[in-house]
């Protein structure tokens, strides 16, 4: 079993920036890709970014790119999410997610994670 906690959300003006970050208990992530995605009200689970297991690959959604990135370190099993440039639009709750050992395609998908955290509220105000 892995556990996921994310911390790092709040309450930011447009423009702003915000480190989100995401640690790890139980098994060690370090052969796992990791991922982060949001949710708005009202919208469906979306993927933000994703980062293979030795940071050899790491994708962005197109409307995070430039703005967000992705980082791991995996001697402290942690994930983390620089978020720069904030919008209004970005206003989500922030999930950080485990995919299966030994994936790494398909990260975009939320059917390739195995374990979520509970999620921290991102707030841009404008």
């Known amino acids: 079993q892995v556990q996921l906690v994310e911390s790092g959300g709040g309450l930011v003006q447009a423009g702003g920036s915000l480190r989100l970050s995401c640690t790890t208990s139980?098994?060690?992530?370090?052969?796992?890709?990791m991922g982060w995605f949001r949710q708005a009200p009202g919208k469906e689970r979306e993927f933000v970014a994703a980062?293979?297991?030795?940071?050899?690959?790491?994708y962005y959604a197109d409307f995070v790119k430039g703005r967000f990135t992705i980082s791991r370190d995996n001697a402290k099993n942690a994930v983390y999410l620089q978020m720069n440039s904030l919008k209004p639009e970005d206003t989500a709750v922030y999930y950080c997610?485990?995919?299966?050992?030994?994936?790494?395609?398909?990260?975009?998908?939320?059917?390739?994670?195995?374990?979520w955290g509970q999620g921290t509220q991102v707030t841009v105000s404008l």
């Open positions: 980062i293979n297991w030795d940071s050899a690959g790491i």
């Open positions: 997610a485990a995919a299966r050992v030994g994936a790494s395609f398909s990260l975009s998908l939320v059917s390739t994670y195995d374990y």
């Open positions: 139980g098994r060690t992530i370090s052969s796992s890709a």
